[in-house]
């Protein structure tokens, strides 16, 4: 503070004389440059806090070419992303990795799936985190076409090698579901994928036909949303009128799910028990609420930031993340045996 009493906002300098280090040293130490030392670093952001030093972002980015920004993108379409309220899955992933991002000084620019193809190549980012890519996904090729680092959440199948990941446990959480709806009484369950290659579908495509139980397999286009779940679901019963279990992977398709089955009659979960993938606002508002899984979307998010960052520091050592293990959260739409916790 400067005696007249009106603030003085602190400068390099002033962190530099209380930590004892050069000005340079603070650079490095505040924006993840060079090598110093860990002890030395924890000193300058602590005195650096103490001070209220923010440093001026336009001047560090003149100088280091960094926009301290990191974009999140998708190739899913909206319909599957977040439904007509934007609310779901990307959103969750987005608020999460904003939020952490902010803790290591970085800013977060969430590209609209819809347009994320298009639009990832024009915003002025240090990187990407690409949520579920397709085998062959339009945006991860636009990002390697920038040569912009990237890091993803959720396998990329066929990805070239050097693309860390953080690991959403595809084929098990496929597992988990579906020995909960044997576990239940399922004689006969079908599983409703997704028809793209995204890992959580072809995981659990695999882990489904591998296990020991041969489910019924049935995919649906992800444009079509909750219609194309209602027409996947309609179609399995036509074919499989035993089905007594479904494990739909896609929440949206889920809700069309349950429109298919009151359409026939079919009641939940005495006549079938309807199972979902993710534990977002469509499994907690369906009539009955749709037992799913805790994803743990929230330590994916700040794993993939951190991944990121590790690249852009080059550090190219961790190829990838796990979350914990999936949780299965039950509700009344799949338990005939036993009363939700």
């Not at 340079?24 to 440059?33: K, M, Q």
């Not at 959580?200 to 041969?214: E, N």
């Not at 796990?322 to 036993?338: G, H, K, Y």
């Amino acid at each position: 503070m400067s005696s007249s009493g009106s603030a003085r906002r602190p400068t390099i300098g002033d962190v530099a004389t209380a930590a004892g280090v050069s000005r340079t040293t603070v650079s490095h130490a505040l924006n993840g440059l060079g090598k110093v030392d860990p002890n030395t670093r924890d000193r300058v952001k602590r005195v650096a806090s103490e001070l209220g030093y923010r440093p001026n972002l336009r001047a560090q980015r003149l100088r280091t070419g960094q926009a301290r920004t990191i974009a999140l993108a998708s190739s899913m379409p909206l319909a599957v992303a977040g439904g007509p309220s934007r609310l779901g899955f990307y959103m969750e992933v987005a608020a999460a990795a904003a939020e952490y991002a902010l803790t290591q000084d970085y800013s977060l620019v969430l590209v609209p799936p819809s347009r994320s193809a298009s639009d990832v190549g024009s915003v002025d980012v240090d990187g990407a985190i690409l949520v579920e890519p397709e085998q062959d996904d339009p945006v991860a090729a636009q990002l390697h076409e920038r040569g912009l680092p990237f890091v993803t959440i959720g396998r990329q199948i066929g990805a070239p090698p050097g693309i860390p990941y953080v690991d959403l446990h595809g084929g098990a959480v496929a597992e988990l579901l579906l020995a909960h709806l044997r576990e239940q009484g399922a004689r006969h369950p079908a599983l409703i994928t997704g028809s793209g290659t995204r890992h959580s579908y072809v995981d659990s495509r695999s882990r489904a036909t591998d296990g020991g139980h041969a489910e019924t397999l049935t995919t649906a286009a992800e444009s079509g949303g909750e219609q194309a779940g209602y027409e996947a679901c309609s179609q399995l019963l036509d074919r499989h009128p035993e089905t007594d279990a479904v494990c739909v992977l896609v929440d949206a398709f889920a809700v069309g799910a349950m429109r298919a089955l009151a359409d026939r009659g079919l009641r939940v979960p005495s006549d079938v028990m309807v199972a979902t993938r993710y534990n977002g606002i469509r499994a907690q508002t369906c009539d009955p609420p749709l037992t799913a899984v805790d994803l743990h979307l929230d330590v994916a998010a700040a794993e993939a930031v951190e991944l990121l960052l590790a690249r852009l520091r080059g550090e190219d050592d961790a190829a990838a993340a796990e979350t914990p293990p999936p949780r299965l959260v039950p509700r009344a739409s799949s338990l005939r045996l036993t009363s939700p916790a």
